[in-house]
């Protein structure tokens, strides 16, 4: 949710494995195997093919399209020719590439960072916005944020959840807002749950919400007339 305007401005495609026994499965349960494994690499290449597939379909019926921001990890940029498929991805379904956020982890960044410097300036020279997932959890180095074409910082979810009970965590929320504002990105908070939260964020300058407190993960073909309904609702009320 942006905070400026209140209105839907996005969503994260978040991916879950629907066991034939244990039902819907967390990707706590089987992206750590996936990235000890190696099928990280096509389970990406999958969520990708059917995120950016969901926006090609939602222009065509007419749809609002909104931006979808999808995880990648330092395994994905392994492979050759990663960068490349997703421009042919873009370029078969007509997507702009305005419309596709890519998030990635500080450990992303740490691995053989020249390498995936030149591939992140690829996607960036491209229109593809980057962000830094679950920003201030990490140990890189604050030089990445100043030299990579990253374009907003999400603040993780266990900062969200202490910052209102903790002076030292709402300090270090804080100053991370002041750092983007200063480096000129945007700020997302993730794992926003709470009205107390969400008024807190705004007044630190906060740009984006997400979390529960706005709605739960729902299926994609649910989220247009979810985001009608949310954005009406601000309209009934002036």
């Not at 300058?205 to 247009?224: D, M, R, T, V, Y």
């Amino acid at each position: 949710i942006d905070l400026q305007t209140r209105r839907v401005c996005g969503a994260e495609a978040l991916v879950r494995w629907t066991h034939p026994q244990r039902g819907a499965m967390s990707p706590a349960d089987f992206i750590p195997l996936a990235e000890q494994t190696g099928l990280i690499r096509p389970l990406t290449r999958h969520v990708l093919a059917v995120v950016v597939r969901q926006i090609a379909d939602w222009r065509d019926q007419t749809q609002p399209v909104w931006p979808l921001a999808v995880n990648v990890s330092a395994r994905d940029f392994d492979e050759a020719g990663f960068v490349d498929a997703i421009f042919q991805l873009l370029d078969r379904h007509g997507v702009e590439p305005e419309l596709l956020r890519l998030e990635l982890t500080e450990s992303t960044l740490m691995d053989d960072a020249e390498r995936v410097r030149e591939q992140l300036l690829r996607l960036a020279e491209r229109g593809i916005a980057l962000s830094i997932d679950d920003f201030g959890t990490g140990y890189s180095s604050l030089s990445y944020v100043a030299n990579l074409p990253i374009r907003s910082l999400k603040i993780d979810r266990s900062f969200v959840v202490q910052m209102m009970s903790s002076p030292r965590v709402h300090s270090v929320v804080a100053a991370t807002i002041s750092l983007a504002q200063a480096l000129g990105l945007r700020v997302i908070a993730e794992g926003v749950d709470q009205p107390v939260q969400a008024e807190e964020l705004c007044r630190l300058g906060c740009h984006e919400l997400q979390g529960f407190l706005f709605s739960p993960a729902i299926p994609a073909a649910n989220f247009p007339a979810w985001a009608r309904r949310f954005d009406e609702r601000l309209h009934d009320r002036g």
